[in-house]
């Protein structure tokens, strides 16, 4: 059973920054892919972020985070990053890190069967 406790979350004004941080245990990190979604109040959950297993190649939402949030991965450590920079409002949301069962990325939440409990982000305008 794989287990993601995500930390780092908080209160940032609008244009600064935060690292989002996932640890991961149960599974051979190298080879689970990984991805941060995000889910504002009243909203949908939405794709942000993923890295494959190798941590050699990433997607990432084009429309709402793309240049701003760099998703990194560190296998010895276990753990992946969300790097988010020049925060808006908008990026106000609980964001959760899952793991597929795959080296894999993907973009879409289903493909996705481990899920940490959420971390809090609010952005002040």
């Known amino acids: 059973q794989v287990q993601l406790v995500e930390s780092g979350g908080g209160l940032v004004q609008a244009g600064g920054s935060l690292r989002l941080s996932c640890a991961a245990s149960g599974r051979t990190f190298s080879s689970t892919a990984m991805g941060w979604f995000r889910q504002a109040p009243g909203k949908e959950r939405e794709f942000v972020a993923a890295?494959?297993?190798?941590?050699?190649?990433?997607?990432y939402n084009e429309d709402s985070v793309k240049g701003r949030f760099t998703i990194s991965k560190d296998n010895a450590k276990n753990t992946v990053y969300l790097h988010m920079n020049s925060l808006k409002p908008e990026d106000t949301a609980d964001y959760y890190c899952?793991?597929?069962?795959?080296?894999?990325?993907?973009?879409?939440?289903?493909?996705?069967?481990?899920w940490g409990q959420g971390t809090q982000v609010t952005v002040s305008s």
């Open positions: 890295i494959s297993g190798s941590g050699a190649g990433s997607t």
């Open positions: 899952a793991a597929r069962a795959s080296a894999v990325r993907s973009a879409s939440a289903n493909q996705y069967p481990y």
